[in-house]
T-cell receptor, first 121, second 118 residues
Framework: GAVVSQHPSRVICKSGTSVKIECRSL??????MFWYRQFPKQSLMLMAT?????????EQGVEKDKFLINHASLTLSTLTVTSAHPEDSSFYIC?????????????????FGSGTQLSVL | AQKVTQAQTEISVVEKEDVTLDCVYE???????LFWYKQPPSGELVFLIR??????QNEISGRYSWNFQKSTSSFNFTITASQVVDSAVYFC???????????????FGTGTRLKVLA
């Protein structure tokens, strides 16, 4: 099946620094990627939808200047947590949708990366 | 607004027992999709099943089976003869099309942590 690679798997940084997380689709071109955030023992919360070549669509309550998303190619989307603070510590996970799946009823499935555990000291 | 409820936060069973994970959803759409994902301790989400709203047939895949009941808005997941390797967090998710953007979005339940004891 399709593979989505997410790096790094774990990052520890100092408060005030910026952290970039990469999400790559390895064997398909992902026109749309999603970024989720998961707090311990909680569900995945959609942060933003990233479409290749256009600006990301952020969910209500998510600061777009804080969480910068770039989807410059069909195989790579990046999430940059700017000026990270301890409250940004969380598990971030990306997912990708292959082209043509937006409206096709029979094959709606997302492929998920392995996630990134961010710890801000 | 759509909503997915997994009322069971944690379940513990002994190996070889059967276990059912409950999922109840709310949606105003007539066309939607339901999913189950497994999240092992390593963190990645593993796709288990997708069901569209027009297909109420129950499905069996090995030790896994799913019961979709539109009348009760439920999509329950049963593991037969559970094994230690089944220990994970299981998420139920609903996907429906946004009327504004046209894209499909996933709404996840809060997950059920399954512990299978040897």
């Amino acid at each position: 099946g399709a593979v989505v690679s997410q790096h790094p798997s774990r990052v520890i940084c100092k408060s005030g620094t910026s952290v970039k997380i990469e999400c790559r689709s390895l064997d398909f071109q992902a026109t749309t990627m999603f970024w989720y955030r998961q707090f311990p023992k909680q569900s995945l919360m959609l942060m933003a939808t990233s479409n290749e070549g256009s600006k990301a669509t952020y969910e209500q309550g998510v600061e777009k200047d804080k969480f910068l998303i770039n989807h410059a190619s069909l195989t790579l989307s990046t999430l940059t947590v700017t000026s990270a603070h301890p409250e940004d510590s969380s598990f971030y996970i990306c997912s990708a949708r292959a082209p043509g799946q937006m409206m096709i009823a029979t094959n709606e499935k997302l492929f998920f990366g392995s996630g990134t555990q961010l710890s801000v000291l | 607004a759509q909503k997915v409820t997994q009322a069971q936060t944690e379940i513990s069973v002994v190996e070889k027992e059967d276990v059912t994970l409950d999922c109840v959803y709310e949606t105003r759409d007539t066309t939607y999709y339901l999913f189950w994902y497994k999240q092992p301790p390593s963190g990645e989400l593993v796709f288990l099943i997708r069901r569209n709203s027009f297909d109420e047939q129950n499905e069996i895949s090995g030790r896994y089976s799913w019961n979709f009941q539109k009348s009760t808005s439920s999509f329950n997941f049963t593991i037969t003869a559970s094994q230690v390797v089944d220990s994970a967090v299981y998420f139920c998710a609903l996907s429906e099309r946004s009327p504004t953007s046209g894209t499909y979005k996933y709404i996840f339940g809060t997950g059920t942590r399954l512990k299978v004891l040897a």
